[in-house]
């Protein structure tokens, strides 16, 4: 399950010291804080990779590295 951290920016903009997301981190930021508003739960890779439509869950792992990294998105235990 994923926590979505505070505010989420528009591709292309810059707030402080974060980088830029790409248009497909900014989509799946967007879905994924959609389906825990809807849902209650986090979806899975599956769900992503669909959404986004990605070919392979790779990709969305990739997404979700990048997210965690610039501070969007953190793992729950």
């Known amino acids: ?3 979505v951290s505070g505010f ?3 591709s292309g903009r ?3 010291e974060k980088t830029v997301l790409t248009r497909k981190q900014n989509e799946l930021l967007l879905f994924i804080n959609k389906r825990l508003n ?5 979806p899975s890779f599956d ?4 959404a986004l439509r ?3 869950k790779s990709g969305i792992h990739r997404l979700i590295t990048g ?3 610039r501070g969007f998105l953190r793992r729950l235990p």
């Open 14 to 16: 810059r707030f402080g």
């Open 1 to 3: 399950m994923y926590r």
């Open 54 to 56: 990605l070919k392979s």
């Open 8 to 10: 989420v920016p528009r």
């Open 67 to 69: 997210l965690e990294e």
């Open 38 to 42: 809807d849902a209650g739960v986090s």
């Open 47 to 50: 769900e992503m990779k669909e």
